[in-house]
């Protein structure tokens, strides 16, 4: 099992679409949880609910929540080093992505991510349970967030960055 390091690649120059920062949200202890995927240039989020934190829950939604992103746009997904992240190489194989891991004790390698995962807990608060949420309720929170303008994409909200990336990239 090899295990790359985001220090040493591509991922840490920011400099194309399709490089993804990926995380677990927690619930209120045995209520689950949320898988946070965000592009990097964009800003887009996508995400799934989780029944538990094990590592094929986290793995099976990953697959199932990157299924509507384009091929073109699946090109890293940096983790943490978290138990959840166990069966990586099955998200390469069924995504495409290339996983790469932050290293230990440096959350500034997924910045990005766990500025996007505080975003989602003004809709979710630290400590809510996850059990009774619904895929609907989850969806509209991410919609509301992709579409939020953003000064770092020029008032542009992510939605509009990630879908003219997805125009491109379906075009080629």
């Known amino acids: 099992m090899v ?3 985001v220090s040493a690649s591509i991922v840490s120059k920011n400099s194309r679409f399709g490089d993804w920062e990926g995380d677990t949200v927690e619930g209120k202890k045995g209520s689950g949880g949320v898988a946070t995927h965000v ?39 940096t983790l943490d080093n978290g138990k959840e992240n166990t069966y990586f190489q099955t998200v390469e194989k069924k995504t495409g992505l290339t ?55 020029g008032y542009r909200t992510p939605h509009e960055v990630f879908n003219s990336a997805k125009s491109g990239a379906l075009a080629t």
């Open 99 to 153: 996983v790469y891991f932050a290293d230990p004790y440096s959350s500034w390698q997924r910045g990005l991510n766990e500025n996007t995962n505080g975003l989602l807990r003004q809709y979710f608060p630290k400590g809510s349970s996850f059990e009774d949420m619904t895929d609907e309720e989850l969806a509209e929170a991410v919609r509301k967030i992709n579409h939020r303008p953003r000064k770092c994409l």
């Open 3 to 5: 295990r790359r390091h």
């Open 39 to 77: 592009e990097h240039s964009s800003r887009y989020l996508i995400a799934a609910r989780l029944i538990d934190k094990t590592a094929n829950t986290f793995t099976i939604q990953t697959n199932k929540a990157f299924r509507v992103v384009p091929h073109a746009l699946r090109h890293t997904l």
